[in-house]
């Protein structure tokens, strides 16, 4: 299912939350009715929850079905909530605490910002069990704001060239496309949470490209 959808009042909504195939991680502060909507159309739990303290939850962590890596902030309590998910959890050894916005990640594999450290991309293979590759997209250190990423496809920034997308291909094992959403905003990860079921995307986006977006995370057989 493919919704347009105004859930924390601006277009960023990958920043607030953190959706894998099984879950969704929202602020404590989100409406029922929103969190009600992510329910509905990812097809997954919902579990409030902060991380370090901050309802930045999609900046601060990125996941998928094997584990979640995290601000090296996290505090115990949210370890303890993480883990009983059945999640394998693990914070990031950097002084970049925004992992969400410098790692996109499957379930096959990862792409990560060049000046991560080799200890933190050690940390992210472990823990998310995947391969991981350092690149920039479109010049950008940002590669988690740039890609939204599910176990079914992806959605790239318009501005990726040919060789970011193929190794997008091989990396993540799945096929995608460029795009943009909210009327050409080209974060498209920082703008869209999404899984294998669904994904809802900033409410100013158009008709072409929730076409994009249907194509490319594979969703072709639904409606929005």
Do not use: W
């Not at 998310?128 to 250190?141: A, C, K, M, P, T």
């Amino acid at each position: 299912m493919l919704k347009r959808v105004d859930i924390v009042g601006n277009p960023n909504i990958g920043v607030f939350i953190l959706a894998t195939d099984d879950v969704a991680i929202v602020p404590y502060n989100l409406l029922d009715e929103k969190a009600e909507i992510i329910k509905e159309t990812l097809e997954v739990d919902i579990v409030k929850s902060s991380i370090s303290g901050s309802n930045l939850i999609g900046s601060l962590a990125v996941a998928n079905s094997n584990g979640i890596v995290v601000s090296p902030h996290i505090l115990d309590r949210e370890v303890k909530q993480f883990e009983e998910l059945g999640l394998k959890v693990a914070a990031i050894p950097s002084q970049y605490t925004a992992v969400g916005n410098v790692v996109a990640a499957n379930d096959n594999g990862a792409i990560v910002s060049p000046f991560l450290s080799e200890e933190a991309c050690n940390v992210i293979e472990e823990t998310l069990d995947v391969d991981v590759e350092s690149r920039s997209i479109s010049g950008s250190d940002i590669v988690g704001s740039l890609i939204k990423v599910t176990n079914n496809g992806f959605l790239i920034t318009k501005n990726a060239i040919s060789s970011e997308i193929n190794l997008a291909r091989k990396v993540f094992g799945v096929e995608g496309d460029i795009g943009t959403v909210g009327k050409g905003i080209s974060l498209v990860g920082a703008c869209s949470i999404a899984n294998s079921h669904g994904a809802i995307v900033a409410k100013d986006s158009t008709g072409p490209e929730m076409a994009r977006v249907e194509e490319a995370l594979g969703f072709l057989d639904d409606n929005f």
